[in-house]
C-alpha cells in the first residue's frame, strides 16, 4: 500500500439497524474493519439502547479507533405504542434519515474529518441517497442469508407470480409452490416468504416499503458485505447474485471469531454457564435460546418446559427475566439437579463447549451461523422474518436440523426432536454434515481462504475511497 493512503485523514461512518442482532452484526464488522486499518477513524451510529446494551452486555474489545454516536430512536414523547412489532421499526426508519444526518455532522465535527465511506445496514435504504450527497462510496451489509437478499431483489416477480393465487389465511395455496423461477432457490417454498415479501396477513408497512427499494439502491453500492461464506452458496444463486454485483464480499459469520478461539477460562465467565457445562458429559446438553427479538409464546414456553422436564436431558436456558413467572409451577426447583436458567448466556461459548449436544433456536442468521461454526444441530421453531427461509435451510438442504412438530412447541413434539437427535442415527448424521459445513466455513476463514480475501478487498475498497 502507497505510504500516502495512510496520510489520508479517511473517516467511516456505519449507521446500524438497531433491532434483532443486526446492530450486534455490523459492530463486529466494524470491529474487524478499525483493527485492519488502524488510521482510519470509524464512528458508529446507533440508538443509545443499542450502543448500551452491546458495549455492556458483550464486553466488546472495541478498538480506540471507532466512537459510538446515539442516535434518537423515533418514538415520539408520550408514545403509546399499539403492540405490533414492526411499529417500533416503522417510527425509527421514518424518523432515521434525519436523525443519521444530523449524527454524521457531530461526528464531522467531533472528529474533524469529512466522511470518506458510509458503512449501513442493508436496509437503510435511504443511505444510498445520503452517501449520494457527500459522494463517498456507499457499502451496504446484508445480515441475512443470500437467498434473502434475493427473494428481495425479486420481489416485483414474486409478486406477479403468486400474488394472484390469493391463498387463504394461511396461505394453503402456496403451498407446494418452490421459488424455483429464482436461481438457487428451487428448495425454498413461497409459503417461507416473509410478509414483507407477500404482505398476506398485513399492510404494507414503512419497513416493507424500505425493503422493497433494496432492488433499486443495491446497484449503487460499491460493494455489498454479506455476513456468510461463498462456499455455503447453491452455485446458481452465487453466480446471479456476483452477475448483478460483482463486489459481492462474503467476508464470513461475523459474529462468530473464525476459527473459534478456545474458550475463556470457566471462572471467568460471571453468568456461570461454562463452569456449569464442565459438570455435563459429551454432547448430552441441549442448548435454549429465542435470541434478543424472538419469543415463544406462553402456551408453547410452558408445552416446551415441561418436555425438558420430562426428558430428565440437562439443559441450559437463556431466557430474559420478564419471561420466568410464565414456567410451570414449582419448575425450575424440579429441574435444578439438571437444568439452569440464565436470563443471558454467552451463546457462541455455549455452542464452542464440548457438552453442548444440540440448540434449540428461532432460526435467527446469527444464531444459526454461530451453531454451524461450533458444529451443533438444531431444532428449529421459526417465528418471524427470515426464520422461515433459514429454518429450510437448515432442515431440507443442509440437513443439519429439525423442525418441531407442526413448527410449534408441544410436549411430544419436542421430546420427539430431542430423542431423533440425541439418541438416534439420524442426529448422528445431522451431526456429521454440519462438521462437513464446520469445515468449510473454517477453511474459508484462512488467510488464503475466501472470506479473509474478501475481507482484504473490504479493507482496500475502505482505504481507497
Ligand atoms: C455508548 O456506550 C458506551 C458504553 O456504554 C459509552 O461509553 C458511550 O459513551 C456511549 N456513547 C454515547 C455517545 O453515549
Ligand atoms: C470537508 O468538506 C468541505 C466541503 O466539501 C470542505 O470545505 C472542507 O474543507 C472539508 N474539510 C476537511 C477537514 O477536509
Ligand atoms: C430478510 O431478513 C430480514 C431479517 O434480517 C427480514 O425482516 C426479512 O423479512 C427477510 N426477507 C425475506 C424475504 O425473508
Known amino acids: 500500500m502507497p505510504a500516502t493512503q ?19 452484526t455490523i459492530l463486529s464488522l466494524t470491529c474487524r474493519l478499525a483493527c485492519a486499518a488502524p488510521n482510519v477513524q470509524f464512528s458508529f451510529l446507533s440508538t443509545a439502547k443499542s450502543n448500551d446494551s452491546m458495549f455492556s452486555t458483550f464486553k466488546l474489545d472495541v478498538p480506540n479507533n471507532i466512537r459510538a454516536y446515539n442516535m434518537e430512536d423515533g418514538v415520539p414523547m408520550n408514545h403509546v405504542f399499539s403492540g405490533n412489532p414492526v411499529e417500533r421499526l416503522d417510527l425509527f426508519l421514518m424518523a432515521a434519515p434525519g436523525n443519521f444526518k444530523n449524527g454524521l455532522d457531530v461526528a464531522v465535527l467531533e472528529t474533524g474529518r469529512n466522511v470518506s465511506c458510509l458503512v449501513t ?21 446484508c445480515v441475512s442469508i443470500p437467498h434473502n437478499l434475493s427473494a428481495h431483489i425479486y420481489t416485483d416477480l414474486i409478486r406477479r407470480l403468486f400474488d394472484h393465487v390469493g ?166 426447583q424440579r429441574t435444578s439437579k439438571f437444568g439452569k436458567i440464565v436470563s443471558w448466556a454467552p451463546q457462541t461459548h455455549v455452542l464452542g463447549h464440548a457438552s453442548t449436544g444440540v440448540f434449540v433456536t428461532h432460526c435467527g442468521a446469527n444464531s444459526v451461523f454461530e451453531s454451524v461454526a461450533n458444529g451443533v444441530p438444531m431444532i428449529c421453531r421459526p417465528m418471524f422474518g427470515d426464520h422461515w427461509t433459514i429454518r429450510r435451510l437448515v432442515e431440507e438442504i443442509w440437513e ?32 456429521e454434515r454440519i462438521r462437513a459445513l464446520r469445515e468449510l466455513v473454517l477453511k474459508a476463514a484462512e488467510p488464503s481462504g475466501s472470506a479473509s480475501q474478501d475481507f482484504k478487498t473490504l479493507v482496500e475498497t475502505i482505504l481507497n475511497s
Open 6 to 24: 495512510n496520510l489520508k485523514e479517511q473517516h467511516v461512518a456505519v449507521l446500524a439497524f438497531p433491532f434483532g442482532s443486526h446492530d450486534l
Open 400 to 431: 443439519i436440523g429439525v423442525r418441531v412438530e407442526r413448527l410449534i412447541f408441544t410436549k411430544s413434539g419436542v421430546l420427539k426432536s430431542l430423542e431423533l437427535i440425541l439418541g438416534h442415527e439420524q442426529g448422528r448424521k445431522m451431526r
Open 167 to 332: 391463498g387463504d389465511e394461511n396461505g394453503a395455496n402456496f403451498q407446494h409452490q418452490t421459488l424455483e423461477v429464482i436461481p438457487g432457490l428451487s428448495g425454498m417454498y413461497v409459503t417461507d416468504l416473509s410478509d414483507e415479501i407477500l404482505p398476506r396477513h398485513s399492510r404494507e408497512t414503512f419497513f416493507s416499503y424500505m425493503l422493497s427499494r433494496i432492488v433499486c439502491v443495491l446497484p449503487r453500492a460499491t460493494a455489498i458485505v454479506m455476513n456468510f461464506c461463498q462456499e455455503l452458496y447453491p452455485t446458481p444463486l452465487l453466480d446471479d447474485l456476483k452477475s448483478m454485483f460483482p463486489n459481492l464480499l462474503n467476508v464470513g459469520f461475523l459474529t462468530q471469531e473464525l476459527p473459534p478461539p478456545p474458550l475463556p477460562p470457566s471462572d471467568s465467565d460471571a453468568t456461570g454457564c461454562l463452569s456449569w457445562l464442565d459438570k455435563q458429559s459429551s454432547k448430552s446438553v441441549v442448548y435454549i435460546s429465542f435470541g434478543t427479538a424472538a419469543n415463544p409464546p406462553v402456551d408453547e414456553l410452558i408445552a416446551l418446559a415441561e418436555a425438558v422436564e420430562e426428558s430428565q436431558i440437562p439443559f441450559l436456558w437463556s431466557l430474559n427475566d420478564n419471561h420466568k413467572h410464565h414456567l410451570p409451577n414449582g419448575f425450575l
Open 121 to 141: 445496514d442493508m436496509f437503510l435504504t435511504f443511505a444510498a441517497d445520503i452517501a449520494n450527497d457527500m459522494q463517498v462510496p456507499w457499502i451496504p451489509l
